[in-house]
């Protein structure tokens, strides 16, 4: 029998040590905090019978067969020595779960947009009287949902670059590719190697179809090498076919023939960087046969995920936002963007993730009346704002004297938005946690 080690037990790792002892195979399990385990196999949340190791090293690492690793877990430099000594294969938990899956999967990835993408997608299935699985980087790991699947259920799987890192075997059955921006460069060396992690995703979808965002040019590159179509806010050029939205309403592009598939008029998401996320969810409904009738009836039904760009409350005539889910420049500009007509207040801060911020200060608009820094970034970012001439910039200690702050200086129709551009964890577990903290904090005081 096997000897399968689980690195990492966050949400991923529970469910693959589980799913493994369901199968009848040995399971050993190793987090880097050593009570972790013990706490999960106490509480039962770990089955009784993973075996718990303390230490990897030549001892714990000799009878293992292969490794299932949790997304979130860089390998030392000695254990991938020791990996290779023994010859012990290595699989990210996304790929270990999807070769027991026998129904087609539907992978989403880039670096924004992702999960707003993949939750519309489930709904345009569920919506067609599909079996839709919504697993991934979405918070639902694979591994936990693959014994529920049945050959003609469909997947839908949000896919970050930390799981394509160790994706062999993940094959696909389409792709949609949203965008990419640097993120991550706290774990990356460059962007570089943080965009090289997401090409993966092209070499394992094999002869499955790929899904482009023709707006942004290097993705639009990628096309030139791999089995593609585009998907554009605007008109498509001539000889590239897909699907595009003019006058609020997307046409299908095949050749010389173009076809009308749904109206946007009674869309919910706010934003451009919204649109082609619904242009991407469309592409692959329409890729696995899902009617045009169909897909205008999710579309008008759906509301953004919790955390994105959220509607939180009124104080003082201002609308509060809650965009938690923003931890990188490229999202907090894009929720910018979403409001050039009002007086913005950003609340911006966290804890750093390598990015350069003068870029999210010089591409800030003109319509940002306060600018409000917080956490362990907060005192950089005020210092980077100011060397980009921008004024009024209240730094803060926390995300609570962030909001007391904006909250007394907020007027009539002004935007309050919170889009931290920063990862969550110098105050909170992650960025749920973070936006449910900032929407308490708003309805305190909420004039609804």
């Known amino acids: 029998m096997k000897n399968y080690l689980v690195i990492g037990l ?14 009848n195979f040995n399971v050993f399990v190793y987090d880097d905090n050593k009570n972790k385990a013990k706490e999960l196999k106490n509480s039962n949340i770990l089955h009784k019978n993973c075996e ?20 979130g877990v860089v390998l030392k430099e000695k254990i991938k020595k020791l990996i290779k000594e023994f010859d012990i294969d290595v699989v990210g938990e996304l790929a270990f779960a999807s070769k027991y899956c026998e129904a087609p999967i539907y992978a989403i990835t880039g670096t924004n947009g992702k999960t707003t993408t993949a ?8 919506t067609a009287k599909e079996n839709s ?8 790991a694979f591994s936990g949902e693959v014994d529920k699947i049945a050959q003609n259920d469909k997947v839908v799987c949000e896919v970050s670059s930390f799981q394509l ?6 094959a696909p059955y389409a792709v949609g590719f949203l965008n990419i921006a640097p993120d991550h460069l706290d774990r990356y060396k460059d962007f570089e190697e943080y965009f090289n992690a997401k090409k993966l995703i092209l070499e394992r979808v094999g002869d499955g179809k790929v899904f482009l965002n023709y707006d942004d040019e290097k993705l639009r590159k990628l096309g030139e090498n791999c089995n593609c179509e585009f998907f554009s806010t ?14 609020n309403k997307i046409y299908q592009k095949n050749g010389e023939k173009t076809q009308y598939i749904v109206d946007l008029s009674k869309n919910k998401l706010l934003g451009e960087h919204n649109l082609s996320n619904i242009l991407c969810a469309v592409s692959l409904a329409l890729y696995a046969g899902i009617t045009p009738e169909i897909i205008q009836k999710s579309i008008k039904n759906f509301k953004a995920p919790r955390h994105r760009m959220e509607y939180a409350g009124k104080i003082n005539g201002a609308l509060f936002y809650n965009d938690s889910k923003s931890t990188n420049i490229h999202s907090a500009l894009s929720a910018v963007k979403c409001f050039d007509d009002k007086k913005i207040l950003l609340m911006l801060g966290g804890s750093g993730k390598g990015e350069d911020f003068n870029q999210l200060f010089l591409n800030l608009p003109n319509n940002i009346k306060y600018l409000f820094t917080f956490g362990k ?13 921008k004024t009024n910039i209240f730094q803060c200690k926390d995300v609570f004297d962030a ?3 904006a909250r007394k200086l907020a007027e009539q129709n002004d935007i309050v938005l919170f889009s931290p551009a920063c990862a969550s964890y110098d105050e909170f577990n992650n960025y749920r946690e973070r936006g449910e903290y900032f929407c308490n904090l708003v309805m305190e005081h909420n004039e609804n």
């Open 234 to 247: 605007s008109l498509l050029p001539n000889k590239i076919d897909g699907i595009y939205h003019e006058n």
């Open 165 to 170: 890192e160790y994706s062999q075997g993940f």
């Open 10 to 23: 966050g949400v991923s790792g529970i469910s693959a040590s589980n799913f493994l002892l369901k199968n």
């Open 403 to 405: 909001v007391v702050c």
């Open 52 to 71: 718990i190791i303390t230490k990897l090293n030549e001892k714990s690492l000799f009878h293992i067969d292969c490794i299932v690793l949790s997304p």
């Open 119 to 126: 939750n519309l997608l489930d709904t345009i299935f569920k």
């Open 377 to 389: 970034m907060g005192k950089k970012l005020a210092k980077i704002a100011k060397n980009n001439g």
């Open 133 to 140: 699985h919504l697993v991934g980087n979405v918070g639902n």
